[in-house]
Structure formats: C-alpha cells, structure tokens
C-alpha cells in the first residue's frame, strides 16, 4: 500500500521564555484553547477557538493553518485548501509555509490531481529544502501522473486502432456510414418519393 505523507501539526504562537500576563493576548487564548480541543478530537470546540482567534487577529497564520487541519480531519477539503493557503500567504515563518503548501500538495495528491499537487510540494521545498516526507511525496506523485500519462497514452491508442478497424469494416460492406442516424421524417420523405424518368418527383415527397 503507497504512503502519502501528510502534515497534521497544531501550532500555536512562539512566545518568550517567560510568559507574561500581557503576552496572553485573545488571539494566545484561542490558539491554546483549539489546541486542546483538538487534541481531545473536540472539532467543534476547535474550530470555534480558531475562528475566535482569527476575530482577534484576522491576520494569524497560526489560527488559520490549524483551521486547515480541522477541516482536514473533518474531509472538507474545499475549507482545509482555503485556511492552508491563507496561511502559507500570511505566515513569516518558512517552515510554517513549507507545511501549509506540504499539506495543499497532499490534498490534490489524494485527489489525484497530480499536477497541482507537485507544484505545492515543490512550493513546500522551496521553503525548506530539508523536508524528506516532501520529497517523498513529490517523487511519488511524479511516477503515478507518469504512470496515468501511459495509461491514457495507450488507450487513446487503442480507441485509434478501433475506430480503424470499424472504418474498414464499414467500407467492406459497401461504403462508409456516419454514426448519426437518419432523423424519422427525412426517412419518410425519402421512402415516398417517386421516381419518374430517372427524376425525382419532390411535389408529391412527404405524402
């Protein structure tokens, strides 16, 4: 069975050695608070904490890349690749970015959108050359889109030598017909029609 690597990592703000009153800001609270909801397997209770964090602070990438692994773990992947780029956009940090666009790449790799999913995986080492379960995945996904480019190599050839063997076929008995049948009323006017000194009489055609 293949391995598809994927970030699932909470993160909460970086803070001093010596943790003051004043250092814990809404946006610290929230952070801490989705924290441990989360790793309760509490989603709602998360995602409320989240959301709560990204009030006090619509610009925490923090908030927004945990709010990606909610959604995520809930397999909404429409919200989870909103919240990743939101923050992958907003965050200072490399390795930070570096996970959202791993995490981006994994949710088309399972799609298999391959295509998008190696570009956000090359995005992710681009920001940290070092991620060997980036460049796991980004290989992987490179030798199946290959291996689905093959397939539809091949099938697209097989159509072709079909189609050819029909052709051939068809021109066998006589000559080549289109694949669109004659509509009713045209077989009607055709099958009424006269024929008087080799001319066709189209007065009476129809009747």
Known sequence: ????????????????SVLTNTAQTPEWINLHKGNSAFKAG????????????????????????????VYLNKKDAQNALKFYEQAA?????????AMAYHNMGYIHHV???????INYYK???????????????LVLCQKQKKQEDQQKQNENKND???NKISSKLLK?????RTNSPIPAYQRKMLNSCSIFNG?????????
């Open 172 to 176: 066998m008995n006589g000559k080549s």
């Open 160 to 162: 072709k030598q079909s």
């Open 42 to 69: 509490n989603m709602s209770t998360a995602e409320k904490a989240y959301r709560q964090a990204l009030k006090a602070n619509p610009r925490s990438a923090r908030a927004a890349f945990n709010l990606g692994d």
């Open 111 to 117: 799609a298999k959108e391959y295509d998008r999913a």
């Open 89 to 97: 956009k907003q965050e200072k940090s490399k390795l930070v970015r």
């Open 199 to 207: 001319k066709t009489n189209n007065k009476h055609a129809g009747k």
């Open 1 to 16: 069975m293949t391995t598809i690597y994927l970030r699932l990592c909470l993160i909460g703000l970086f803070l001093c």
């Open 123 to 137: 995005d992710a080492l681009r920001n940290n050359p070092k991620d060997d379960d980036t460049r796991y995945n």
